[in-house]
């Protein structure tokens, strides 16, 4: 039986395209299942699953959760605005007092890059990072890229462009390694001020047009503008961003092709897209979130299946 | 304290023996014979080392030891006896300490612990009251207690008239004035290098423009003012050229690299060791082999070990939270070592003792004994086990070195491990 090489998912760049293929087979097996009258498998009966978000969240830790109670794996919800540094407790030690009540597996979502790989390193359970800072959000970019293989058949050869945020975003950067790995060509589109400068490096085109970018792509995943991460001001107003970088329904109709819309969500209408926008056919935006409990519930039956072993 | 030191190679330019092997014979801490063979006087010492080689003594002009305030990482005993033990018979200590060494009294008492040990200590005073980087430190009156130079650790001075009228004031009693090369505002959240990696690990970057622009203003105001600047533990290729710029207008400059910047890049950083985040960050290949081709050309005067130790605490957390800094004196010699020959790394390890104002001694007859021992043809993996310091937070744990300290002799006093 194919295994993950892995025994963490800690972000898409520790994983190989057949690890890819793998999650997305699994995936279509769990989408057929969530699509049943009776919802749920008893694969994970014997599992326990900490979900640790240490910073804020509602459509991913409601994703997982809803992903791991369909694996009837027994579920534990621990929330913290704030980092477990600032209460005086070490990560290491808040970790280790949940395992020590048996826990198999840790799902984190935490606001400092690279929290998963040091937890991974520490404690003895199997780690999947729901976010880390702007590092990786790796089941995002999973099942960005299943939405993309289920619209458009295959990733590979897709021209996908990145628009937004792309400095302060663990979505662009999880997705560049999952569209690459695939065989895809990725874009990404914003200000300067927000394209990390040696970007280009990682073999990504930059473009600072949103209209040469969405005339190039086969699809657009537009990302939501982090004001939270931000220690400046990277562009004057809201106002002037969506002038230049906001999609609306004009500026799609004008496109030589019908490209696919893309947004991890959660929205800023009338900001990066418009509603006419969001809610056209185009958009897969709500297929994106159906597809993450899939997603995510193959990650967790995988990572699963080798602790078992 | 009479000694027979046999066969060893001294590796001294200054000295008529350079390259040569000889026994050194001193009595009561001064060199009276240097031969090929020499018999034991009397009941001397004997010293017989393999493959032993003696230089001048080292000196590092960038170390903290905790003490006063930060006793759980280190102290200034154990700190000397780590410098001794690594090969240095004078160190400069930085004032990271709580409280801060500002005054007079905090001088002496740094001294005072410092007595009796056979690496010497230096001082190094904070610049303004507290490190708040507000208001001028009575620099005079530690200079008098024995202060050597004048540095806020690690914390830049962003108001630009505050360094102007430092480099004035200073100036009066011949004082050296140290800057932080790193503009704050620049900086921002930034927590290591900014280029490809920190982008592939989403960490904020700390561009080299943070440093290169500092320097600029620095070199500047040096240049208005008249005094003595040094710029410690520069780290990008562009610094090292506007120094180079700077020292060909004469303008009275000196900078030092830590040796971490020459030997690792930031793709040490891929897997978040905290172990390996350090101020100023690794940089690149090409700054690292800009740093080297600085410190050949004599640029840059000095290498530094940067030693700060820290406890667990500070290193085992998230990497936005770790602390900067890594012990590095045990080290410093056999990473040095894998970059340089020999006689070139104990150029680097002793040119900068003219600056702090260190007596430089060649092992030559008449003079005072201040040498450091080691064998450099020695290759081993550094460990926990090669660690003396009081913390273990070590950039260099893992890494194979070359070449093996046996210790110094140096006040009169035989330190070998």
Request: charged share 20%.
């Amino acid at each position: 039986m194919s295994e993950l090489s892995v025994n963490h998912l800690l972000g898409i760049k520790y994983l190989n395209e057949k690890d890819i293929q793998l999650i997305f087979e699994t995936a279509d097996h769990f989408k057929e299942v969530i699509n049943r009258p009776i919802k749920k498998v008893p694969s994970l009966r014997d599992i326990t699953i900490a979900n640790l978000f240490f910073e804020n969240s509602t459509r991913t830790k409601l994703s997982f959760e809803l992903a791991e109670k369909r694996l009837s794996a027994d579920v534990l919800n621990f929330s913290s605005a704030q980092s477990s540094v600032k209460k005086g407790e070490t990560l290491i030690d808040t970790v280790n007092n949940i395992l020590s009540m048996k826990v198999d597996m840790v799902v984190m979502r935490h606001p400092n890059p690279g929290a998963g790989v040091f937890l991974s390193k520490h404690v003895n359970a199997s780690i999947v990072n729901a976010g880390d800072g702007a590092h990786e959000h790796p089941t995002q970019a999973l099942l960005d890229s299943y939405s993309i293989r289920e619209r458009l058949g295959d990733v590979a050869g897709k021209k996908v462009v990145i628009v937004g945020d792309i400095l302060h975003s663990r979505v662009a950067l999880s997705n560049i390694f999952a569209l690459q790995l695939q065989g895809a060509e990725v874009m990404v589109c914003g200000p300067k001020t927000l394209i990390p400068r040696y970007i280009h490096e990682l073999g990504v085109k930059v473009e600072t047009d949103l209209r040469k970018a969405l005339n190039w792509c086969d699809v657009a995943n537009m990302l939501r503008v982090q004001n939270e991460r931000m220690d400046i001001s990277y562009f004057p107003s809201t106002r002037e961003y969506t002038q230049q970088f906001g999609v609306n329904k004009e500026l799609l109709n004008s496109l030589d092709k019908e490209i696919i819309i893309m947004h991890p969500g959660p929205i800023n209408r009338g900001v990066e897209i418009t509603s006419d926008v969001a809610d056209s056919k185009q958009a897969i935006i709500l297929d994106q979130v159906q597809n993450g409990v899939a997603v995510r519930m193959a990650v967790i039956y995988l990572l699963a299946s080798k602790i078992k072993q | 304290m009479n000694i027979l030191i046999k066969s060893a190679t001294i590796i001294d330019p200054q000295s008529e023996f350079h390259n040569t092997t000889q026994d050194i014979l001193v009595e009561n801490g001064v060199i009276t014979k240097i031969e090929s063979n020499l018999t034991n006087p009397g009941n001397y010492q004997e010293i017989t080392l393999d493959n032993l080689h003696v230089s001048q003594g080292w000196f590092d002009s960038s170390v903290c030891f905790g003490e006063p305030g930060f006793e759980e990482r280190d102290t200034i005993e154990n700190g000397l006896k780590t410098a001794a033990a690594s090969g240095f018979t004078a160190v400069a200590m930085n004032a990271n300490t709580n409280p801060v060494i500002d005054c007079n009294a905090d001088v002496t008492f740094a001294k005072a612990k410092a007595a009796n040990q056979a690496t010497s200590l230096l001082p190094v005073g904070a610049l303004t009251v507290e490190s708040k980087g507000v208001d001028l430190a009575e620099l005079f009156d530690m200079n008098t207690a024995g202060a050597v130079a004048f540095y806020d650790y690690k914390k830049s001075i962003s108001n630009p008239n505050l360094m102007k009228i430092a480099l004035q004031y200073a100036s009066n009693f011949n004082g050296l004035v140290f800057s932080f090369p790193q503009e704050n505002k620049v900086v921002g959240h930034g927590v290591m290098n900014e280029h490809i990696i920190s982008t592939k690990l989403g960490l904020k970057g700390i561009p080299a423009l943070a440093e290169e622009l500092q320097i600029v203003r620095d070199l500047f105001l040096l240049e208005y003012t008249g005094g003595k600047l040094h710029i410690p533990t520069i780290s990008t290729q562009k610094s090292v050229e506007l120094i180079r710029e700077a020292k060909a207008k004469g303008l009275d400059v000196t900078c030092s690299v830590a040796i971490h910047n020459l030997y690792f890049t930031d793709e040490a950083l891929t897997d978040f060791n905290t172990h390996f985040k350090v101020l100023p960050p690794l940089r690149t290949q090409t700054d690292c082999d800009a740093l080297k081709a600085g410190l050949v050309d004599g640029t840059i005067d000095m290498v530094t070990s940067d030693h700060n130790p820290l406890d667990v605490e500070h290193k085992k957390v998230e990497f936005d939270h770790a602390a900067y800094g890594t012990i590095g004196l045990e080290s410093a010699f056999g990473a040095l070592q894998t970059l340089f020959n020999t006689e070139q790394t104990v150029k680097l390890l002793t040119q900068g003792k003219g600056r702090f104002g260190i007596s430089e001694h060649s092992i030559s007859v008449g003079n005072p004994l201040d040498a450091t021992l080691f064998n450099p043809n020695t290759e081993y993996v550094f460990s926990k086990a090669d660690m003396v310091s009081k913390s273990n937070n070590a950039i260099f744990e893992n890494e194979t070195l070359k070449g093996q300290v046996y210790g110094i002799i140096a006040n009169n006093i035989i330190a070998l491990k």
